[in-house]
């Protein structure tokens, strides 16, 4: 069986909308494209209520050609007209992309409904998303990456996106599991677990770091994730997209905007389990070999 990722190209999408934002997707991008030997595309989308096109497209021009002069990376532009929440996603497909990346900002008060506009962009893209604040990536790059467990039924595929940039950054790799009572979901969680220990070893990849979730703490599994990785200089969170049960249930539930606009502006790397057919090898999930 031949999965769809397998002919993806060594190129990452930013999208760009001009913020601070979008400036620290773009640092992000740089860091990721130099270690993985990637082009990077800045795309951004024309809408019906876009003024200034002309000015928008020279400026895009502009940021492309000067990040390519100063980091050395080839860099393109790209601006089309469509939908900000499918468009994106679509021109990741075309285009192959192995990574989008891009910028959203902290939650309070309205910015809550920018978290919620992040996931639908997720929800489209058949590639693996990088979601960045204003918080720019270290010179190393992802270091540190965390990976937290629950009982669902795809949060094991993240283990694949986890080992595939570790072993582009000689990362550390933490895991943090959540706490089940029920019969059912703990037999789960623990199937979840085996499976991604497994997966490490078989990789020769050492998990060094492996926290419970306190059931005392009324705080939720979610901020407890970030109050963990706060705590350890986690420099890339993995979570899942779905739409169903676990952590992340539900494309547009409150689980995945804790953990995307985190307080510490920690990057996320927001997988969309829907997107992928079959469980293999790393680069079927769109890493690298």
């Known amino acids: 069986m031949t999965d769809k990722f397998e002919q993806k190209n060594n190129l990452i999408l930013v999208a760009y909308d001009f913020t601070n934002e979008a400036k620290c997707a773009l640092k992000h991008a740089n860091n990721l494209a130099k270690t993985t030997k990637s082009s990077i595309e800045l795309i951004h989308i024309i809408t019906k209520d876009t003024k200034n096109v002309p000015s928008i497209i020279s400026n895009l021009n502009e940021v492309a050609e000067t990040n390519q002069k100063e980091s050395g990376i080839s860099t393109k532009a790209l601006a089309e007209e469509g939908d900000i929440f499918t468009s994106i996603g679509k021109i990741a497909e075309d285009k192959k992309a192995w990574y989008l990346v891009f910028g959203t900002h902290g939650v309070k008060g309205m910015q809550h409904i920018l978290g919620a506009f992040a996931l639908k962009v ?168």
């Open 122 to 289: 997720v929800s489209s893209s058949p590639c693996p998303v990088i979601i960045v604040q204003n918080k720019t990536i270290a010179e190393n790059g992802y270091k540190n990456i965390l990976i937290p467990i629950d009982k669902s039924k795809y949060t094991k595929q993240k283990v694949y996106q986890a080992i595939s940039l570790a072993k582009q950054y000689n990362s550390n790799i933490h895991l943090f599991n959540a706490h089940e009572t029920d019969e059912q979901f703990l037999l789960n969680l623990r199937g979840n677990i085996g499976f991604i220990k497994n997966k490490l070893h078989e990789n020769d990849l050492d998990f060094h770091f492996e926290t419970n979730e306190d059931p005392k703490n009324k705080d939720g599994f979610g901020k407890q994730v970030i109050k963990y990785a706060s705590s350890n200089n986690i420099d890339l969170i993995f979570i899942m997209a779905e739409d169903g049960g676990g952590l992340m249930g539900g494309i547009v539930g409150a689980e995945e905007i804790k953990i995307i606009n985190n307080d510490a502006q920690i990057p996320v790397m927001c997988i969309n389990p829907t997107n992928y057919e079959i469980l293999g090898s790393s680069i079927s999930f769109g890493g690298f070999s």
